[in-house]
Nanobody, 123 residues
C-alpha cells in the first residue's frame, strides 16, 4: 500500500509560480512511476505530467515548457514546478503512483492517488 500526500497548492496571480510536492510512503518509491493529474470543476481529470523510475518525463501539451516534474528518491517525493501560470490551470491537482509504470497519461493505469491540492490562478 502506498499513501500519497500533496502539498503546495494555493492562490496565485496569472504569470506566477507554484511548486507542488507529493510525499509517498513506502520503501520502494523508486520503483513507481509518478504522475500529476488535475481536475477543474465540471471537467474530467486530465493528465499533466509524469516521471518514470528511470527519470524519463512526459508532459501534456498544455503545460509543456511551463511545468517541470522531478523526483527525489531519497525523500520519497515528487515535485511539480509550475511557472507562468494561467487562469486555465486552475484545478485540483492530484498525485498518482503506478509501480513499474511507464508514465502513461491514462489515469486508469495508476494504482494510488493522493487527496488533491487546490491551485487557483487569478487573472
Amino acid at each position: 500500500q502506498v499513501q500519497l500526500v500533496e502539498s503546495g497548492g494555493g492562490l496565485v496571480q496569472a504569470g506566477g509560480s507554484l511548486r507542488l510536492s507529493c510525499a509517498a510512503s513506502g520503501r520502494i518509491f523508486i520503483s513507481y512511476a509518478m504522475g500529476w493529474f488535475r481536475q477543474a470543476p465540471g471537467k474530467e481529470r486530465e493528465f499533466v505530467a509524469s516521471i518514470r523510475s528511470n527519470g524519463n518525463t512526459y508532459y501534456a501539451d498544455s503545460v509543456k515548457g511551463r511545468f517541470t516534474i522531478s523526483r527525489d528518491n531519497a525523500k520519497n517525493t515528487v515535485y511539480l514546478q509550475m511557472n507562468t501560470l494561467k487562469p486555465e490551470d486552475t484545478a485540483v491537482y492530484y498525485c498518482a503512483a503506478h509501480q513499474w509504470g511507464l508514465g502513461s497519461p491514462d489515469r486508469t493505469t495508476y494504482d494510488y492517488w493522493g487527496q488533491g491540492t487546490q491551485v487557483t490562478v487569478s487573472s
